[in-house]
C-alpha cells in the first residue's frame, strides 16, 4: 500500500508542476507591454485565454475524461495520452504572438489538460483505503510539486548573481534584462514535464474502466447527483468561488508588479508562499473534517477568500509604487508588499478547506462506477464554468477598476471579489446540509 501511495504522490508532484510552471506568470507575460517583452494582450483577453479557454476543456470533460476512463480505457494510459498531446501543444504556444493564435491554441490545451486533474483525484480515491485520511497527504505533493516548478525556473533563469536572504524567494540577485520574455520558456519546459509525465504514467495502479455497469453513459449517470440537494448547494456555492479563484491567477501577477512594485522574477515564488500553507491545511484536513464536517469546513475556505481580498484592498488604497530594488538593482522588501505576499497564507485555506474538502464530498456521495464522471462533472462548475464567466467578469472589471481595459484600481477590484466570497459563505451556513453517512457536527 505504501508503494501505491508513493507513486500516487509522485503522480500529483508531476500533475501541478507541469500547471505550477507557467500559470502564476502566464498573466503578466500575456499582458505586459511587447515593448517590455510580453504580448500586450488587455485584461479582457488574458481573462478569455485564461479563462474561457481554460474552461471549454473542463465542460468537455466529462464527455471526454469521465466517460472513456469509466468505460473504456484504463485510467492511467488514457491519462499518458492525453498529457502527450498536451505537452506538444503547450510547446507550439510558447512561440505564438498573436491573440487569435493564443485563443485557439489555449482552447486546444485545456481540452486535453483539464480532464487529467479529475482522472489523477478519482485514480487516488480508487487506490487509497481512508480517502478522507489519505488523500490529503498524498494530494499535498501536488502542491509540492507546483512549489518546485515555481521556484527553481526563476532562479535559474529569470537572474542572475544569486545571494541567500531569510525571506522568501532566499535565493536573489539581479533580474536579467529580457525576464519578462523568458517567461515564455515556462511553457516550453511544461512541456518537457508532461513528456516525462506520460512516460510515468505507465507505473501507475492499473485503474480498469468498469464495463459491466448497467449505465453506459457514465457522466449521464454522474449528473443525476444534483438530485442530491447538497450537491446543488455545493455547485451553487463553487461557481462564484471558482470565479474569484480564477481572477487571482488572472491579476496576482500584475497586482504584485503593477500595484506593489514586485520583479517579474519573484511573481511566481512569491505566489508559491500560499501553496507553503496548502501543504500545512492539507496536513490538518482530515481532522479539520472531523471536527467541523463538510459544512463548516467549506465555510471556513470561503471566509479566508473574503479575508485575503479584503486584506489585498486595503493595501491597494495607497498610491502604486515603483519597482521594489535598490540602488544596485538587488530586490528589496516593502512592507505592503510584504502584507501582499505573505496574506497568501489564506490561500491554502482557501483550497484546503473548499475545493479539496469539496471533492472529497463528492466522491462520497457518487456511486462507485461513476466516480470519475462524478469528479469530472463537479470539474465542469470549478473548472469549466467557473472560469469561463471569469473571462468576462475580468474583461468588466478593467473596464469599470482600469485604464484602455487593464486594471489600475485594485483596490475597487479586490473588494469586490471579496464581498462575492462573503456571500457565498452565508449560502453554505444557510442552506448546504450534509448528506453524507457519517457526519458528525450537523
Not at 505537452?87 to 485545456?110: D, H, M, R
Not at 479586490?414 to 464581498?419: G, K
Amino acid at each position: 500500500m505504501d508503494f501505491i501511495k508513493s507513486r500516487l504522490s509522485l503522480m500529483m508532484f508531476l500533475q501541478y508542476a507541469v500547471w505550477g510552471i507557467w500559470l502564476p506568470v502566464l498573466a503578466t507575460y500575456l499582458q505586459s507591454p511587447v515593448a517590455n517583452g510580453g504580448l500586450g494582450f488587455t485584461s479582457g483577453q488574458v481573462g478569455l485565454i485564461i479563462g474561457v479557454a481554460g474552461s471549454i476543456g473542463a465542460v468537455s470533460a466529462p464527455f471526454i475524461a469521465g466517460q472513456f476512463a469509466d468505460r473504456y480505457f484504463s485510467t492511467e494510459k488514457f491519462l499518458a495520452v492525453l498529457l502527450v498531446l498536451g505537452g506538444t501543444v503547450k510547446i507550439t504556444l510558447a512561440f505564438q504572438e498573436s491573440f487569435t493564435a493564443w485563443l485557439l491554441l489555449a482552447t486546444l490545451y485545456s481540452v486535453l489538460y483539464m480532464p487529467t486533474l479529475s482522472l489523477t483525484n478519482s485514480m487516488a480515491f480508487a487506490h487509497l483505503q481512508n480517502s478522507e485520511k489519505e488523500f490529503p497527504r498524498v494530494r499535498v505533493w501536488g502542491t509540492i510539486g507546483w512549489i518546485a516548478a515555481s521556484w527553481l525556473f526563476p532562479m535559474i533563469w529569470l537572474q542572475s548573481n544569486l545571494e541567500f536572504q531569510i525571506l522568501p524567494p532566499f535565493f536573489v540577485g539581479t533580474e536579467v534584462p529580457d525576464a519578462t520574455a523568458r517567461l515564455a520558456d515556462t511553457l516550453k519546459v511544461s512541456g518537457c514535464i508532461a513528456y516525462l509525465y506520460a512516460g510515468f504514467c505507465f507505473l501507475l495502479p492499473h485503474t480498469p474502466p468498469k464495463k459491466d455497469s448497467v449505465e453506459k453513459l457514465a457522466f449521464k449517470k454522474a449528473f443525476r447527483l444534483f438530485s442530491h440537494r447538497s450537491f446543488a448547494v455545493l455547485v451553487a456555492a463553487s461557481l462564484p468561488i471558482a470565479v474569484i479563484h480564477q481572477i487571482y491567477f488572472m491579476q496576482t501577477g500584475p497586482f504584485f508588479e503593477n500595484q506593489l512594485g514586485m520583479l517579474v522574477t519573484y511573481i511566481a515564488p512569491a505566489m508559491t508562499v500560499g501553496q507553503f500553507a496548502e501543504i500545512g491545511f492539507l496536513a490538518v484536513l482530515g481532522g479539520l473534517l472531523l471536527r467541523l464536517g463538510f459544512k463548516w469546513t467549506i465555510t471556513l475556505g470561503a471566509l479566508a477568500y473574503f479575508a485575503r481580498y479584503a486584506i489585498w484592498g486595503l493595501i491597494s488604497l495607497q498610491d502604486a509604487s515603483g519597482p521594489s530594488v535598490d540602488a544596485a538593482g538587488q530586490f528589496v522588501w516593502t512592507t505592503p508588499l510584504m502584507i501582499g505576499v505573505f496574506s497568501q497564507i489564506l490561500h491554502g485555506l482557501c483550497y484546503a478547506c473548499f475545493f479539496a474538502s469539496a471533492f472529497m464530498y463528492v466522491d462520497r456521495i457518487a456511486d462507485a462506477d461513476i466516480r470519475n464522471s462524478a469528479q469530472t462533472v463537479f470539474g465542469i462548475i470549478i473548472l469549466g464554468v467557473g472560469p469561463m464567466i471569469a473571462g468576462p467578469t475580468l474583461g468588466i472589471l478593467g473596464n469599470v477598476f482600469g485604464e484602455a481595459g487593464v486594471v489600475t484600481n485594485f483596490a475597487g477590484m479586490w473588494f469586490t471579489l471579496a464581498t462575492i466570497a462573503l456571500l457565498t459563505a452565508a449560502l453554505v451556513v444557510f442552506a448546504f446540509k450534509d448528506e453524507t453517512k457519517n457526519e458528525t457536527n450537523e
